[in-house]
């Protein structure tokens, strides 16, 4: 049954688009070396998003403001955020009462190349992250450079980054959903973390995503049996 199951999986991957979300393996060196789904570059003036059900991109917002992400940003496959990452930032804020997303985990992606759009996959490689915390949600931001990008594959750390392009992307994500004229803050990051609290967050994910969607697959070898 396991061999029957497993050719109907690759037919069916060769037949029809993955879904970006759930379709794209996160990678077997992961979490020191991932799959990403790429949905917004820093030349787009839309904010770009995935739609959970269809799996294409759909236009979320239009950029209201001149702030841009200046880096590649999407997310991780077969990742979400929940349970366990809502414990781990409430281990390591205090914070009690915060819960996850629901989504899948971020990604800011390094790289000196210009890429002119997303729905792409690029391999990337975790340095650190954000711990950001986003109306009582955490919504922690991976921080990653490019697989075998001519520059950025020097940086193996957070630590390696210049103060000033941190504070550029922190800038980025505390002000996007911000409103002229109010001091009012939906965002906050309560840590900037190195390379092992990344790989930890990842794998905190990636059992969210076990838990939540890890019938997919029993479904898929159910039908097949029937059939």
């Known amino acids: 049954m ?20 759930h379709g794209i393996p996160v990678g077997e060196d992961a979490p020191k070396m991932l799959n990403t789904y790429i949905e917004t570059v820093p030349s787009d003036t839309v904010k770009y998003e995935i739609d959970k059900k269809s799996g294409f991109l759909k236009v979320d917002r239009p950029q209201k403001y001149s702030s841009i992400c200046p880096t ?17 930032c409430a281990e390591r804020t205090g914070r009690d009462y915060v819960i996850g997303d629901d989504d899948p985990l971020d990604i800011c992606v390094l ?5 002119s759009h997303g729905d792409i996959i690029v391999r990337a490689i975790p340095i650190g992250g954000f711990r950001m915390i986003d109306g009582g949600q955490a919504d922690d931001k991976i ?22 392009f941190i504070d550029r992307l922190k800038h980025y994500f505390l002000t996007y959903k911000d409103l002229p004229g109010t ?45």
């Open 2 to 21: 396991t061999e029957d199951f497993n050719s109907l999986w690759q037919s069916l991957a060769l037949l029809l688009r993955s879904h970006p979300w």
């Open 72 to 88: 590649l940003y999407g997310f991780i496959p077969q990742t979400y955020c929940s349970k366990h990452i809502a414990e781990l």
């Open 111 to 115: 790289t000196e190349k210009v890429i």
């Open 143 to 164: 921080i990653a450079v490019m697989h075998g990008d001519g520059l950025y594959s020097q940086w193996n750390n957070i630590e390696d980054c210049p103060r000033a």
């Open 183 to 227: 001091d009012d803050r939906a965002c906050e990051i309560t840590h900037v973390y190195g390379r092992e609290e990344a790989m930890e967050v990842i794998r905190r994910a990636r059992l969210d995503y076990s838990e939540r969607f890890g019938h997919l697959e029993e479904m898929m070898a159910r039908v097949l049996e029937d059939s």
